[in-house]
């Protein structure tokens, strides 16, 4: 029989209705972008295999998104648009998003509102019935639909539950404390991964017609983070390594409102959200003297009257104030406190202070806001934001939060086409852990944005465009060589990290590295510090290879081990941030490179040379991985220098 008979045959076979549609695809993760497309596959007939490494896709860190989601609807009808989310979104970037993928994410994201009323996400309303929306950074509309401060807990259980029909139909098949540890490739295409269950510790094989990674951001690689302590970016690593090209990774946010560091001991930051700079103002001391006095606690805040205060935000950026981008605002707080005026005793610190929205409002609208961020406020720190603490010349003075920027949010990511395919055919990538929307910046509330249009509108219809074909091909056995030795490669790694017997536990290795990382690779950067960084990170790795203790055996639970394979990972990625920051002699969004910055402080981009997405292909441990560069085409947004300022 002619080839193109046999595939006619088996394509007949497909289309008959008897027949039940036998394509198969892996989604690893079930965040928001995960559980979204995993639903919306099993929804449309593909057989889905959903796994994560939680005991219940709720508990992925999507739960904490806490201000919103971004979405053009312009219910405040003060002129949103679909154009203006896209130009918002693409400036907010610092112009090295994709243009046309920002497009399309301006264009679907009314229909993510649309589609999680429909499930029932109670987002906050209007007193008359319309959804509520308030503002976030980079933007002087208000577009953000919200849920209290628990956006995206109540957007993951709306996914959860369309998740749940397509299990109870049959359609996905979820793996609960399952982690993926490698993609297995056959002739040139994703047909499968190897994943740990977590709690036999045995490797499982599983194969498919394409995989989809929706893994997250690797923000945990600096240690501290607001990110959930189990983020990890160890799928996205292994990708990488199997040649998927990883995008942009020195794009690493930093998040301006987030609760100071206090001790050495830490081992999570938490953030402050941004919506409340809707209604906090933030600011240091105007003399050095009352910030000193604020360092050695012989003051407090609320004892400075407001002509003592400089709001330098709003001083610096009149247009939009409290509500500029974070970077900008990140960058801006740590001028302040290198400059001295810090509120802390450590000097990392500055003010977010609800007084006057307190006096102009009241407390009770303040707290319908923002009331359980206030409470968590209080419960980590033990000051209520609310609490009256002062009255000068008449003006009531209530006590403030105080600050500091963090690691937040990884906008570079596994490199994706249009269609949110990566460099391996049959590989795809969707939510935080691709790089595709928000260029070297992402504005408050886009990330939810993001991760829901890929899962329910862009992945699963493009998606299709490579399944088509595939159609004809039988799901390859999980009996292939390939599969035998991507498992016996995982297996021998988990080995070699047990067998190592050093005297160093996973998170003194790893809190070192945060160091490294903060230090040399974060919010400032230079090409010393850079160089000066990938050395140290050398040396460690070194030590983590020979001088890391595991204990206990590869059988059963063993969450030393499973940290210590995503200590492995967060070293490669560590690495890959430096040397893309390294190699772009330029500070975009945020990308800070001292050495490149105008008078004022502000990043100086350098269009000429680098706009483009700087693609990096692996080329083995401790070598230097490859530059490849895809260049960005603009045809509808006039690239220029950001201005916040009017
Ligand atoms: C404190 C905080 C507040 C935020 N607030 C907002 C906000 O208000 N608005 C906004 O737009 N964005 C916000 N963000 C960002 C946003 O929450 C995230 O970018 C987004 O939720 C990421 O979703 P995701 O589905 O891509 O990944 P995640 O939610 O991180 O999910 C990753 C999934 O992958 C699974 N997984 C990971 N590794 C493996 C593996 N190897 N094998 C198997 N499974 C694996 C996990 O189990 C999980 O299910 C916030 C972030 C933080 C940290």
Same mark, same amino acid.
């Given at each position: 029989?002619?080839?193109?008979?046999?595939?006619?045959?088996?394509?007949? &076979?497909?289309?008959?209705?008897?027949?039940?549609?036998?394509?198969?695809?892996? $989604?690893?993760?079930?965040?928001?972008?995960?559980?979204?497309?995993?639903?919306?596959?099993?929804?449309?007939?593909?057989?889905?295999?959903? %796994?994560?490494?939680?005991?219940?896709?709720?508990?992925?860190?999507?739960?904490?998104?806490?201000?919103?989601?971004?979405?053009?609807?312009?219910?405040?009808?003060?002129?949103?648009?679909?154009?203006? %989310?896209?130009?918002?979104?693409?400036? =907010?970037?610092?112009?090295?998003?994709?243009?046309?993928?920002?497009?399309? /994410?301006?264009?679907?994201?009314?229909?993510?509102?649309?589609?999680?009323?429909?499930?029932?996400?109670?987002?906050?309303?209007?007193?008359?019935?319309?959804?509520?929306?308030?503002?976030?950074?980079?933007?002087?509309?208000?577009?953000?639909?919200?849920?209290?401060?628990?956006?995206?807990?109540? /957007?993951?259980?709306?996914?959860?539950?369309?998740?749940?029909?397509?299990? !109870?139909?049959?359609?996905?098949?979820?793996?609960?404390?399952?982690?993926?540890?490698?993609?297995?490739? $056959?002739?040139?295409?994703?047909? =499968?991964?190897?994943?740990?269950? %977590?709690?036999?510790? !045995?490797?499982?094989?599983?194969?498919?017609?394409?995989?989809? *990674?929706?893994?997250?951001?690797?923000?945990?690689?600096?240690?501290?983070?607001?990110?959930?302590?189990?983020?990890?970016?160890?799928?996205?690593?292994?990708?990488?390594?199997?040649?998927?090209?990883?995008?942009?990774?020195?794009?690493?946010? *930093?998040?301006?409102?987030?609760?100071?560091?206090?001790?050495?001991?830490?081992?999570?930051?938490?953030?402050?959200?941004?919506?409340?700079?809707?209604?906090?103002?933030?600011?240091?001391?105007?003399?050095?003297?009352?910030?000193?006095?604020?360092?050695?606690?012989?003051?407090?805040?609320?004892?400075?009257?407001?002509?003592?205060?400089?709001?330098?935000?709003?001083?610096?950026?009149?247009?939009?104030?409290?509500?500029?981008? &974070?970077? $900008?605002?990140?960058?801006?707080?740590?001028?302040?406190?290198?400059? =001295?005026?810090?509120?802390?005793?450590?000097?990392?610190?500055?003010?977010?202070?609800?007084?006057?929205?307190?006096?102009?409002?009241?407390?009770?609208?303040?707290?319908?806001?923002?009331?359980?961020?206030?409470?968590?406020?209080?419960?980590?720190?033990?000051?209520?934001? +609310? @609490?009256?603490?002062?009255?000068?010349?008449?003006? !009531?003075?209530?006590?403030?939060?105080? *600050?500091?920027?963090?690691?937040?949010?990884?906008?570079?990511? *596994?490199?994706?086409?249009?269609?949110?395919?990566?460099?391996?055919?049959? /590989?795809?990538?969707?939510?935080?852990?691709?790089?595709?929307?928000?260029?070297?910046?992402?504005?408050?509330?886009?990330?939810?944005?993001?991760?829901?249009?890929?899962?329910?509108?862009?992945?699963?219809?493009?998606?299709?465009?490579?399944?088509? @074909?595939?159609?004809?091909?039988?799901? $390859?056995?999980? @009996?292939?060589?390939?599969?035998?030795?991507?498992?016996?490669?995982?297996?021998?790694?988990?080995?070699? %990290?047990?067998?190592?017997?050093? !005297?160093?536990?996973?998170?003194?290795?790893?809190?070192?590295?945060?160091?490294?990382?903060?230090?040399?690779?974060?919010?400032?950067?230079?090409?010393?510090?850079?160089?000066?960084?990938?050395?140290?990170?050398?040396?460690?790795?070194?030590?983590?290879?020979?001088?890391?203790?595991?204990?206990?055996?590869?059988?059963?639970?063993?969450?030393?081990?499973?940290?210590?394979?995503?200590?492995? @990972?967060?070293?490669?990625?560590?690495?890959?941030?430096?040397?893309?920051?390294?190699?772009?002699?330029?500070?975009?969004?945020?990308?800070? &490179?001292?050495?490149?910055?105008?008078?004022?402080?502000?990043?100086?981009?350098?269009?000429?040379?680098?706009?483009?997405?700087?693609?990096?292909?692996?080329? +083995?441990?401790?070598?230097?991985?490859?530059?490849?560069?895809?260049?960005?085409?603009?045809?509808?947004?006039?690239?220029?220098?950001?201005?916040?300022?009017?």
């Amino acid at each position: 029989m002619p080839e193109k008979w046999k595939e006619y045959k088996a394509h007949q &076979r497909l289309v008959n209705p008897k027949n039940k549609l036998k394509l198969d695809v892996i $989604v690893v993760g079930t965040g928001l972008a995960g559980a979204s497309a995993a639903a919306s596959l099993g929804e449309m007939g593909f057989n889905v295999i959903n %796994l994560c490494i939680q005991d219940s896709p709720r508990r992925a860190h999507s739960i904490a998104a806490q201000g919103g989601i971004n979405a053009a609807k312009c219910y405040q009808n003060d002129g949103d648009s679909i154009y203006r %989310l896209f130009y918002d979104t693409v400036k =907010g970037g610092d112009y090295r998003a994709r243009e046309a993928n920002v497009y399309r /994410l301006a264009e679907v994201s009314n229909n993510i509102i649309d589609q999680c009323v429909a499930q029932g996400v109670p987002f906050a309303r209007e007193y008359g019935g319309m959804l509520a929306n308030r503002s976030f950074g980079g933007a002087q509309v208000s577009r953000t639909f919200y849920a209290k401060g628990q956006t995206g807990q109540q /957007l993951l259980l709306g996914a959860y539950s369309s998740l749940s029909c397509q299990v !109870k139909a049959g359609k996905v098949k979820l793996y609960t404390r399952y982690e993926m540890e490698d993609v297995v490739i $056959v002739d040139g295409r994703a047909r =499968g991964i190897i994943a740990k269950n %977590l709690v036999s510790g !045995k490797l499982e094989r599983f194969s498919a017609n394409a995989v989809v *990674i929706a893994t997250g951001g690797y923000g945990n690689t600096y240690f501290l983070s607001t990110n959930a302590m189990g983020c990890n970016c160890t799928a996205a690593v292994q990708c990488y390594r199997k040649g998927a090209y990883f995008a942009n990774p020195s794009y690493v946010q *930093i998040h301006p409102t987030c609760i100071p560091v206090h001790g050495d001991k830490q081992s999570k930051l938490t953030l402050m959200s941004e919506s409340l700079r809707n209604d906090g103002r933030i600011w240091v001391p105007k003399k050095l003297e009352d910030a000193k006095a604020l360092q050695a606690g012989t003051k407090q805040g609320w004892e400075i009257p407001e002509e003592d205060r400089d709001y330098y935000l709003e001083r610096r950026y009149p247009a939009f104030g409290n509500l500029v981008p &974070r970077d $900008v605002a990140s960058r801006a707080a740590k001028e302040r406190c290198d400059k =001295g005026f810090g509120v802390n005793n450590t000097g990392l610190a500055v003010f977010l202070d609800f007084s006057e929205s307190i006096n102009r409002l009241g407390l009770d609208i303040i707290m319908q806001r923002y009331g359980n961020l206030f409470e968590m406020y209080e419960e980590i720190t033990d000051v209520f934001p +609310g @609490d009256l603490a002062n009255e000068i010349n008449g003006v !009531k003075y209530y006590k403030p939060m105080m *600050i500091y920027p963090a690691i937040h949010y990884t906008m570079g990511g *596994i490199w994706v086409d249009y269609e949110l395919q990566t460099s391996i055919p049959g /590989l795809f990538a969707i939510g935080e852990c691709n790089f595709s929307d928000h260029g070297a910046n992402r504005l408050g509330a886009s990330a939810l944005m993001q991760g829901l249009a890929d899962g329910y509108f862009v992945l699963p219809y493009t998606i299709q465009n490579y399944l088509a @074909d595939q159609a004809v091909w039988p799901k $390859v056995s999980t @009996d292939l060589p390939e599969f035998a030795e991507a498992e016996k490669k995982v297996d021998a790694e988990l080995d070699r %990290l047990l067998n190592i017997k050093g !005297k160093r536990s996973v998170d003194s290795i790893h809190k070192e590295l945060g160091h490294i990382m903060w230090e040399y690779v974060g919010m400032g950067r230079t090409a010393e510090g850079l160089k000066t960084g990938l050395k140290k990170m050398h040396e460690l790795e070194k030590e983590f290879d020979e001088n890391l203790f595991v204990p206990g055996t590869k059988e059963g639970l063993n969450i030393e081990l499973d940290k210590a394979i995503h200590l492995r @990972d967060f070293f490669t990625m560590g690495q890959l941030v430096a040397f893309d920051a390294l190699s772009r002699n330029e500070s975009c969004g945020g990308h800070f &490179r001292e050495e490149y910055q105008t008078e004022e402080g502000e990043a100086k981009r350098d269009d000429e040379n680098y706009f483009y997405v700087g693609c990096w292909e692996y080329k +083995g441990k401790g070598n230097e991985p490859e530059l490849i560069k895809e260049p960005l085409e603009y045809e509808a947004i006039k690239v220029q220098t950001r201005n916040y300022k009017n």
